[in-house]
């Protein structure tokens, strides 16, 4: 099985799987880890433990980070270069379309890389610019939902 390992400043990570978790139902072998105000010291070793839980758990690991570079990311990266063996999965940036999906896809997907770039194409295609300059009728706009 593959396991999803959500990680962010704050309670983002927690937020967004239950977000998620509100429209694709509740979902087995999804963690979380979020730097708090405990520190980085503190969340380094809390998701280095979560980390190897993981890969005694999973038979791979998609890991979503919120931000590239920074701290969450850094160490799953660090992590995973630690750990060459194991199948895991590092993507920086997500977005709730992007988790649903994920959540909703894994099971369906056999191909844990056909999967991942199905989710990252679902979350770059959710973000988009609404163009309200060029709606002539807001009422009749309104009722199309």
Same mark, same amino acid.
């Given at each position: 099985?593959?396991?999803?390992?959500?990680?962010?400043?704050?309670?983002?990570?927690?937020?967004?799987?239950?977000?998620?978790?509100?429209?694709?139902?509740?979902?087995?072998?999804?963690?979380?880890?979020?730097?708090? &105000?405990?520190? %980085?010291?503190?969340? +380094?070793?809390?998701?280095? $433990?979560?980390?190897? !839980?993981? =890969?005694?758990?999973?038979?791979?690991?998609?890991?979503?980070?919120?931000?590239?570079?920074?701290?969450?990311?850094?160490?799953?990266?660090?992590?995973?270069?630690?750990?060459? &063996?194991?199948? %895991?999965?590092?993507? +920086?940036?997500?977005?709730? $379309?992007?988790?649903? !999906?994920? =959540?909703?896809?894994?099971?369906?997907?056999?191909?844990?890389?056909?999967?991942?770039?199905?989710?990252?194409?679902?979350?770059?295609?959710?973000?988009?610019?609404?163009?309200?300059?060029?709606?002539?009728?807001?009422?009749?706009?309104?009722?199309?939902?």
């Amino acid at each position: 099985m593959v396991g999803i390992l959500i990680t962010s400043h704050g309670n983002l990570c927690k937020e967004i799987l239950a977000s998620a978790e509100m429209i694709a139902g509740k979902q087995e072998g999804v963690e979380t880890v979020s730097l708090d &105000e405990k520190g %980085i010291e503190a969340f +380094s070793e809390k998701l280095s $433990s979560k980390l190897e !839980e993981c =890969l005694l758990t999973y038979d791979e690991l998609i890991i979503l980070a919120d931000i590239t570079n920074a701290t969450p990311y850094n160490n799953c990266y660090r992590f995973a270069l630690e750990h060459p &063996e194991a199948k %895991i999965h590092l993507l +920086s940036g997500f977005n709730l $379309s992007m988790v649903v !999906e994920l =959540l909703v896809m894994r099971s369906f997907e056999t191909n844990t890389e056909d999967l991942i770039n199905h989710i990252v194409t679902t979350g770059k295609n959710s973000v988009e610019l609404t163009p309200l300059n060029e709606i002539d009728d807001v009422e009749d706009e309104i009722l199309l939902w």
